[in-house]
């Protein structure tokens, strides 16, 4: 089978392409697993965190996007606290909206860059 389509232009793939991620641990001291175009993680509290960037937005109208992974069967929520062109914050809670920490979580952005 041969790919007739040809080689993707290379602005859709870059238009399309996360511009920053993190993968983090998310109990005890919190750690980075792996990451792209971020520089630092804050831990705010009880499943609040801060993810920095290495270069900023333009603008604050990126797309965040933020998931947690929990052992047990309580339902578990995360939001997104506050988006700023250089930061995210984000937070976790039990699905009595009691704060808590995810044992693995991360953020994902798409937008262009300052």
């Keep these: 089978m041969s790919n007739t389509l040809g080689p993707a232009a290379v602005n859709h793939v870059m238009n399309g392409s996360a511009k920053a991620w993190v993968s983090l641990n ?6 980075v697993l ?22 900023s937005y333009a603008a604050v109208d990126y797309m965040p996007l933020t998931c947690g992974t929990f052992m047990g069967s309580d339902s578990r929520i995360g939001a997104l606290n506050t988006i ?7 937070s976790f809670s039990n699905s009595s909206f009691i704060a808590q920490d995810p044992s693995l979580c991360g953020v994902l952005s798409h937008g262009d860059l300052a």
Excluded at 36 to 53: A, E, K, R
Excluded at 84 to 90: G, K
């Design 84 to 90: 700023l062109a250089s930061s995210a914050s984000t």
């Design 26 to 31: 998310g109990t005890g001291t919190i750690a």
């Design 34 to 55: 792996d990451s792209l175009n971020t520089s630092s993680i804050t831990d705010n509290g009880t499943g609040n965190y801060t993810c920095t960037w290495a270069n």
